[in-house]
């Protein structure tokens, strides 16, 4: 079954993210991952939730999610992320 992560960006540094931006793909492709949407215009139709950048992304297993966010590839990545841009993220199981 596939899994989705949903993600909620704040950057804060754009010319910094722009180094997550670059190095994250191949290692998301690496782990069987897909990007569905990155970025783009957004527009809340109901409800509070004022979401900033958001990310959809296609997984084959939670355990390719799981390989993505511990590989050590992607540590400097996420610890930059953490740095430069609060983010929000779940995973929810799929069709």
């Known amino acids: 079954m596939a899994v989705y992560l949903l993600v909620n960006v704040d950057v804060q540094n754009s010319a910094a993210y722009e180094e ?3 190095g994250v ?28 950048r958001v990310a959809v992304l296609k997984f084959p297993t939670t355990q390719a999610v799981d ?9 400097p990545l996420k610890a930059l992320r953490h740095r430069i841009a609060p983010t929000e993220m779940v995973m929810v199981e799929g069709l």
């Not at 215009?41 to 109901?46: A, C, I, N, Q, S």
């Not at 390989?67 to 540590?75: I, K, N, R, T, V």
């Open 20 to 22: 997550y931006k670059a």
């Open 25 to 52: 793909p191949s290692i998301i492709a690496r782990h069987g991952g897909e990007y569905l949407v990155r970025g783009g215009t957004v527009k809340v139709l109901e409800g509070d939730w004022i979401p900033k």
């Open 67 to 75: 390989a993505f966010l511990s590989d050590p590839e992607y540590a």
